[in-house]
């Protein structure tokens, strides 16, 4: 299983951006489905979660500007970010929890796209 992170870019303050992250290979099902990120010089955070169902939530310093969706056949998840601040840049990162099987879960990780906020 592989998961293709894309979308990231240059912007200036106050754009927007949408990232896509695709999830490929033996796929038996899709649960949840996540969005991180690592600004320069610090830790990587959770940003937002979905599930399968649509259900979603939100580290507290993104809610309002950031919305996590999700395509069930497409094995897509995205992060629409509005409204970027200088502070958002960072790596961006998916990761996904996929079932291989009925009965085996694992966590996969894409590679991140970088997003750079310009102010």
């Known amino acids: 299983v592989q998961l293709q992170a894309s979308g990231g870019g240059l912007v200036q303050a106050g754009g927007s951006l949408r990232l896509s992250c695709v999830a490929s290979?033996?796929?038996?099902?899709?649960?949840?489905m996540y969005w991180h990120r690592q600004a320069p010089g610090k830790q990587r955070e959770l940003v937002a979660t979905?599930?399968?169902?649509?259900?979603?939530n939100y580290v507290d310093f993104v809610k309002g500007r950031f919305t996590i969706s999700r395509d069930n056949t497409k094995n897509t998840v995205y992060l629409q970010i509005n409204s970027l601040k200088p502070e958002d840049t960072a790596v961006y990162y998916c990761?996904?929890?996929?079932?291989?099987?009925?009965?085996?879960?694992?966590?996969?990780w894409g590679q991140g796209t970088l997003v750079t906020v310009s102010s």
């Open positions: 290979g033996d796929i038996y099902k899709i649960n949840n």
């Open positions: 990761e996904a929890d996929v079932q291989v099987g009925p009965n085996y879960e694992y966590k996969y």
């Open positions: 979905i599930d399968r169902n649509g259900r979603t």
